[in-house]
């Protein structure tokens, strides 16, 4: 089945810098890569998505990119604020229809003031 | 707006006894999904469902079985509670074919 792999588990950055993190997959066939956000307490909410059709997608102070022949993606968050920090997850979609999401571990990100 | 509902957000059961976590979503979505999540590990998939009464087992599906009746509700069933199974259980569901899934708030479950 598909692993996701998440990089790094933890990731501290001053408010104004950028912040990177890193995800592997193993399935050739997924084609949906979404971001989840969580909050302390709350549930995990969809911040971005991309498709393998395409290499990479912006909105506002987020991006992600994708590599498809390397089969790994990353989400960028620039000009980074306090209310920025939060748990992030990768997922990749798979199974026969490709209905099936499988999450990373998770990064705690800490924006410091 | 989507909505998923979950029947509790906190629960204490005794070892040995058998716990029904339920989840509603009000989208007309096909799939549907539970996943546990635990500090450190992320969000784990224990089962899955892509239509009503069809569903496959995914990673940890060790100690749980679900049931879907309705296309709207998808229930996850610890056959006899274990220690090891005190966790926060979240439900999401999703359109077929590999679309944004929306979770609901979350089940804390605490087994003692």
């Known amino acids: 089945g598909e692993n996701v792999e998440q990089h790094p588990s933890t990731l501290s950055v001053q408010e104004g810098d950028s912040a990177v993190i890193k995800c592997t997959y193993s399935?050739?066939?997924?084609?949906?890569f979404p971001w989840y956000k969580q909050e302390l307490g709350k549930r995990p909410q969809l911040i971005i998505d991309i498709r393998s059709n395409v290499g990479e997608k912006k909105d506002q102070r987020i991006a992600v990119t994708l590599n498809k022949t390397a089969k790994h993606f990353s989400l960028h968050i620039t000009e980074t604020q306090p209310e920025d920090s939060a748990v992030y997850f990768c997922?990749?979609?798979?199974?026969?229809?490709?209905?099936?999401?499988?999450f990373g571990k998770g990064t705690l990100l800490t924006v410091n003031p | 707006d989507v909505k998923v509902t979950q029947s509790s957000r906190y629960l204490v059961k005794r070892t040995g006894e058998k716990v029904f976590l339920e989840c509603v979503q009000d989208?007309?979505?096909?799939?549907m999904f539970w996943y546990r999540q635990d500090p450190g590990l992320g969000l784990r998939l224990i089962y899955f469902?892509?239509?009503?009464?069809?569903?496959e087992k995914g990673d940890i599906p060790e100690g749980y079985s679900v049931s879907r009746e309705k296309k709207e509700r998808f229930s996850l069933i610890l056959e006899s509670a274990s220690t090891n199974q005190t966790s926060m259980y979240l439900c999401?569901?999703?359109?077929?074919?590999?679309?944004?899934?929306?979770f609901g708030q979350g089940t804390r479950l605490t087994v003692v």
């Open positions: 399935d050739s066939a997924s084609n949906y």
């Open positions: 997922a990749a979609n798979s199974g026969g229809s490709n209905y099936k999401l499988t």
């Open positions: 469902s892509y239509d009503v009464k069809m569903k």
């Open positions: 999401a569901s999703s359109l077929i074919g590999g679309n944004e899934a929306f």
């Open positions: 989208m007309d979505h096909e799939n």
